[in-house]
């Protein structure tokens, strides 16, 4: 069966400071990928999603990217924190278009 | 970007009531999604609707779907404790985007 796992789970950082958040999914081949960012008790917004390898796709620009090394795995990365970019971020997967996409379990951000 | 909205935004009953939200959306879909999030997780996948479709049922879970109107409802039967989470739908355009709604606060009360 399909799993993703998404780490860490809780991350303080210093505003200014570099940012790597990871996710991987197993049981599976060339998932579609996505980075999202939900803030307190709203929706979901969609950053970056990939539909292979070396392939990415923005939907917010400022100081996020992300990347995808191997086929399972998904980084989001940032180079300076600034204090906005504080939130809930969700990794997901689906296998195609028209499939329900599969979240990790989040990473909560704070940037102090 | 465009966004579906939930309605109610919060919703408390009794456990053993039904609990009912509703999803609005602008643009046309290939299929509409509901997902439920617990406090602090990430959201899990609960029905998908084609578009061709009208209801669907799973379990204690009833969803429509009325595409001239643009809106579809999730329908909680007998709801328990358990089901206290996040609800959100999403829609589908058939591109690798998913649109989603604001969501629905359930809590449901012991």
């Given at each position: 069966s399909q799993t993703i796992h998404q780490w860490p789970a809780t991350l303080v950082q210093p505003v200014g400071s570099p940012l790597s958040l990871e996710c991987t999914v197993e049981g599976t081949s060339n998932p579609n990928l996505y980075w999202y960012r939900q803030a307190a008790g709203r929706g979901l917004q969609l950053l970056f999603y990939s539909v292979g390898i070396g392939q990415i796709s923005s939907e917010v620009p400022q100081n996020l990217s992300a990347s995808?090394?191997?086929?399972r795995q998904f980084i989001l990365s940032s180079k300076k924190l600034l204090l906005s970019d504080s939130g809930f971020y969700l990794c997901a997967w689906r296998q195609g278009v028209g499939s329900p996409l599969h979240f990790g379990n989040g990473t909560r951000l704070t940037v102090t | 970007s465009q966004q579906g909205e939930e309605d109610p935004q919060a919703l408390s009953i009794q456990e053993g009531e039904n609990a009912t939200m509703n999803c609005s959306y602008k643009t046309s879909i290939n299929n509409l999604q509901w997902y439920r999030q617990n406090s602090g997780r990430g959201l899990v996948h609960l029905i998908l609707i084609r578009s061709n479709e009208r209801e669907k049922h799973s379990g204690r879970l009833r969803v429509t779907l009325d595409t001239s109107k643009k809106s579809s409802s999730l329908l909680i039967t007998?709801?328990?404790?358990?089901?206290?989470a996040s609800y959100f739908c999403a829609t589908d355009p058939g591109t690798y985007k998913y649109i989603f709604g604001t969501g629905t606060r359930l809590k449901v009360l012991a």
């Amino acid at each position: 069966s399909q799993t993703i796992h998404q780490w860490p789970a809780t991350l303080v950082q210093p505003v200014g400071s570099p940012l790597s958040l990871e996710c991987t999914v197993e049981g599976t081949s060339n998932p579609n990928l996505y980075w999202y960012r939900q803030a307190a008790g709203r929706g979901l917004q969609l950053l970056f999603y990939s539909v292979g390898i070396g392939q990415i796709s923005s939907e917010v620009p400022q100081n996020l990217s992300a990347s995808r090394p191997q086929d399972r795995q998904f980084i989001l990365s940032s180079k300076k924190l600034l204090l906005s970019d504080s939130g809930f971020y969700l990794c997901a997967w689906r296998q195609g278009v028209g499939s329900p996409l599969h979240f990790g379990n989040g990473t909560r951000l704070t940037v102090t | 970007s465009q966004q579906g909205e939930e309605d109610p935004q919060a919703l408390s009953i009794q456990e053993g009531e039904n609990a009912t939200m509703n999803c609005s959306y602008k643009t046309s879909i290939n299929n509409l999604q509901w997902y439920r999030q617990n406090s602090g997780r990430g959201l899990v996948h609960l029905i998908l609707i084609r578009s061709n479709e009208r209801e669907k049922h799973s379990g204690r879970l009833r969803v429509t779907l009325d595409t001239s109107k643009k809106s579809s409802s999730l329908l909680i039967t007998a709801s328990r404790a358990a089901d206290t989470a996040s609800y959100f739908c999403a829609t589908d355009p058939g591109t690798y985007k998913y649109i989603f709604g604001t969501g629905t606060r359930l809590k449901v009360l012991a």
